[in-house]
């Protein structure tokens, strides 16, 4: 394992967790956009899960290559998701938060499969 395969690993889950956190303690800054797309609220706590397996699975990826792999696919879908309903609600200045949380997904992901 190379160590910037560990620390870019690292720096993704962190933030995807740290993103994770922010649905389930509701703050304003993550919950407040997603009301403005249009989100229903149901789904928040899914979106929150989602994105914490993601964190845990690139964590375990460390371990186990193959699921660090998989969840870092796992999470470009999921952030690709979150461009896509972004440029739906017509709020185009908002693209590059969730390209923020997926760029270091992309780097780990392609770490990984380098390493």
Known sequence: MSTSYLVLTVVAAVMVGVSAASV??????VVQPLSDYGVPRTWWPWLGTAKSLGAVGLLGGLLVTPLGIAAAVA???????AVITVIRAQWYSHIPFP????????????AGIVT
Do not use: E, K, N
């Open 24 to 29: 389930f303690v509701h703050a304003t800054w």
């Open 99 to 110: 390209l923020v949380y997926v760029a270091p997904v992309i780097a780990s992901l392609t």
């Open 75 to 81: 999470l470009v879908l999921y952030f690709t998701g």
